[in-house]
């Protein structure tokens, strides 16, 4: 198969505002769904100690079930992507994983919040467990297909941008409602009640966006014919390539602190700063307004300098915001909880580019591997950056529980919710090592000539 097989004589139609806004929608629910999770899970089945709250499971069984439900969840990432590329329907290779895989994701996510057992529980743990296994195997089912349409819905780099910049300005709408109205929700009509609305609310977002996908590429049989081979051979492929290698490490440990960060917001906002668990919503809600207020900055780099060199500079920059979290509390200047908006925000700007960038990039890895090998496989990539990306998460609950066991998250003894930033800094460093290595273009063409392809 040719390069070109499956795009239309004379091009592509370029993409209206309507459609890229409704295609990003799904970025509405999966974020909103994994910000409400990620941010209050943990601190729900083990708050701070000596806060008069309701401890469900031990601190080892949650860091156990969140590591090995990650892992799961990543294991099934490029097997999803691998069967929505070889799938062949009447809707589509896409639509049909998304379309039945969210109202499974809306039910698993509302049942997180009710435990069976009213205090510290064997069966709180396996509950927790088998509700997480349903909601990470429909997350992935609508994460990776939503993924895998953007490289066919457009050939042009800066239209690729542009539906990832526009893509991170409307997610950040999930990610603000859930960082920012969860708290408050909790607070006042409880967790399961807060994913009753938020979740209803993520559901129908989700199933918007089946309008604004455009398949524009017709597989041949060759792409539809399933096996194990198949996909092993597909899996040896993508990680033999030193190119490919190197942006997935360099992911996993970029990611990895974006979870960090958010699980530990709770335990900052009450242990550190001494303010309300509300509270805490309120200062995620203000840094991904920031997020979403630094878009047209990365769109304006993105359009004059090259990916790898914005991504490089954004993982430096990570670096020091999150050294800079350390300190917070510690400034002459301001009292605690401003310093934490501020360095926050410098933390969670650079993020903003990240989001923006790592779609393009993979965007341009696919085309980077259809050079290589004649056809397009997008949902493969988009799944094995998923999981990398949650192999990365899985180590998250590990990492945050064993630095509180060994450093403390008490009202006496906070010293372990501070240690959390300091190992973000270093995690965000070996990454900008990792991707050194790194030198796809930014086009096709220009990856041919640099790949001597």
């Keep these: 198969m040719t390069p070109q097989t499956g795009v239309a004589a004379g091009g592509l139609k370029p993409l209206s505002l309507k459609e890229i806004i409704l295609y990003n929608m799904a970025g509405i629910s999966l974020n909103l769904y994994d910000t409400v999770l990620m941010a209050w899970v943990m601190y729900f089945y083990i708050p701070p100690q ?96 939503w993924f895998a349409v953007l490289p066919e819905m457009s050939r042009k780099n800066n239209e690729r941008v542009k539906i990832a910049t526009i893509g991170v300005a409307v997610s950040v709408i999930g990610v603000l409602a859930g960082g920012g109205l969860s708290g408050p929700l909790i607070e006042g009509i409880g967790a399961f009640k807060m994913a009753l609305i938020l979740g209803f609310f993520g559901l129908v977002c989700g199933e918007c966006s089946l309008f604004g996908i455009h398949e524009r590429h017709k597989p041949d049989e060759s792409e539809t014919a399933l096996g194990f081979r198949g996909f092993m051979r597909v899996l040896r492929q993508v990680f033999a390539d030193r190119q490919v290698l190197s942006f997935l490490v360099m992911i996993m440990l970029a990611q990895m602190t974006y979870q960090l960060m958010l699980m530990n917001v709770p335990y900052y906002t009450t242990l550190i700063l001494g303010r309300k668990e509300s509270d805490a919503s309120m200062l995620m809600g203000q840094i991904i307004i920031m997020m979403a207020l630094s878009t047209p900055l990365w769109y304006w780099l993105l359009s004059r300098f090259h990916k790898r060199n914005v991504f490089r500079v954004i ?61 397009r496989r997008e949902a493969v990539y988009y799944g094995i950056y998923g999981i990398v990306r949650k192999t990365g998460w899985a180590f998250c609950s590990l990492i945050i529980a064993g630095i509180f066991s060994v450093f403390g998250y008490s009202v006496e003894n906070p010293y372990g919710v501070r240690v959390v930033y300091l190992v973000c800094a270093l995690v965000c460093f070996l990454a900008f090592l990792a991707f050194i290595p790194y030198k796809l273009g930014d086009s096709k063409e220009e990856t041919a000539v640099l790949m001597n392809l």
């Excluded at 994983?97 to 969210?102: D, Q």
């Excluded at 200047?333 to 933390?347: D, E, G, H, K, R």
Aim: glycine share 10%; with cysteine.
């Design 315 to 375: 993982l430096i920059c990570m670096s020091l915001g999150f050294l800079g979290c350390y300190y917070i509390g510690r400034f002459p200047l301001f009292t605690p909880y401003t310093q934490a908006v501020i360095i926050f925000s410098v933390v969670i700007i650079p993020f903003g580019g990240m989001f923006v960038t790592v779609l393009g990039i993979i965007a341009d890895i696919t085309d980077y591997d259809e050079l290589k090998f004649g056809s």
């Design 50 to 145: 000596n806060l008069g709250r309701v401890q469900y499971i031990s601190i080892a069984a949650i860091s156990v079930i969140l590591a090995g439900g990650r892992i799961l969840d990543a294991v099934t990432d490029p097997l999803v992507g691998y069967l929505s590329d070889h799938s062949h329907t009447r809707w589509g290779r896409r639509k049909p994983f998304i379309f039945v895989s969210l109202p499974i994701l809306f039910i698993s996510f509302i049942l997180v919040w009710v435990p069976p057992v009213l205090g510290n529980s064997l069966w709180n743990g396996v509950f927790l467990a088998a509700v997480l296994f349903f909601y990470y195997w429909s997350y992935t089912g609508v994460l990776i297909p």
